[in-house]
């Protein structure tokens, strides 16, 4: 019979139900968390992987809020940065989504993994917004719908990767957070469903028109993922994008600037603000590393367009701990 899980609040530091040697394991994810923010966390994944094969398998419990548990396995190496209290996953998103708790949206979390943002948008701190959480891997999407289960069911888990058009392709990789359609299939992979964005109006689970937060966290199909989604770009949509820092092309912003009407936005770190993208070269100042990525903000409603700028006024800001 499978251990209660470790739970651990991030509103207060305490961790209950962990015996000293897991407890020192944690202490020692979170001071690696702590100096690996300097470079990025850099190496901190595998350092923490490595860790956790010292541990008994088991899950932890993070309550990121008072109604919000997003569950994991212990010592995860890409989630055990949460156990560091001062660690902000994705802040410029945070900012916008609290920026945005009184707005009536639909969050389309797609590869969505275990289901971090749709834990946290359809909780109370940032709105109890409808989630739709799409993720096509069978070793991710129990972790997603047990995630959905702990919170009350308030968030509804789909499994299907995100493309063009239907249709079906083969899912590869070896972390759970890097699974992806994209390129060459590795051996060992899987068969999984393909659906456009456009295809949720098709199918009756989304209307063709209303306020729509897209989060595409597709490894390398964000560029497809917006072509099946024409139809809600032509709401009242943003599309939040994982620009890769890796990438000296710039392709998914490049493809927004170039080949869109819509408008590209991202979070300048050396200003502190938000600032359109007419050129793509100034990301050549803003990827400054290489093994992360950085969210590029792509829409055409004017009514998204001002509440992103809006997070550049002091008021915004002090939404992040209200």
Not at 1 to 20: E, H, S, Y
Not at 22 to 30: C, F, K, Y
Not at 45 to 68: F, Q, Y
Not at 315 to 320: C, L, P, V
């Amino acid at each position: 019979m499978a251990q209660p899980p470790i739970v651990f609040d991030r509103v207060t530091g305490t961790m209950t139900g962990a015996n000293p040697w897991e407890r020192s394991i944690g202490l020692a994810l979170t001071a690696g968390s702590k100096v690996g923010a300097l470079i990025g966390h850099r190496g901190y994944n595998g350092a923490a992987n490595t860790l956790k094969t010292l541990l008994p398998e088991r899950d932890i419990n993070v309550m990121l809020s008072s109604d919000a548990a997003f569950s994991f396995p212990y010592g995860d190496g890409y989630w055990s940065k949460l156990l560091n209290r001062t660690f902000l996953y994705e802040e410029e998103l945070e900012l916008l989504l609290l920026d945005s708790r009184d707005i009536d949206y639909t969050l389309l979390d797609c590869g969505a993994n275990y289901g971090y943002w749709s834990v946290m948008v359809s909780s109370k701190r940032f709105g109890s917004h409808r989630v739709i959480a799409i993720e096509p891997s069978s070793l991710n999407f129990p972790r997603l719908a047990h995630n959905a289960k702990i919170n009350g069911d308030r968030f509804e888990p789909v499994k299907a990767a995100i493309g063009s058009a239907r249709g079906t392709a083969r899912l590869s990789g070896t972390k759970h957070e890097q699974f992806s359609i994209a390129g060459a299939p590795e051996a060992g992979g899987e068969e999984v469903e393909v659906i456009a964005l456009d295809n949720l109006i098709d199918d009756g689970k989304i209307a063709a028109t209303g306020k729509y937060l897209i989060k595409l966290d597709v490894e390398g199909v964000e560029i497809e993922a917006m072509k099946g989604g024409q139809r809600l770009s032509q709401t009242d949509t943003v599309f939040v994008c994982e620009e890769h820092g890796n990438d000296p092309t710039h392709a998914v912003t490049r493809y927004i600037v170039e080949q869109t009407p819509m408008k590209a936005i991202i979070h300048d770190p050396v200003a502190d603000r938000f600032v359109p993208v007419d050129d793509v070269a100034i990301l050549d100042r803003i990827k400054t590393m290489s093994h992360i990525g950085y969210n590029v903000f792509g829409t055409s409603s004017a009514f998204w367009k001002t509440r992103i700028y809006g997070l550049n006024s002091g008021a915004a800001r002090r939404a992040m701990t209200s």
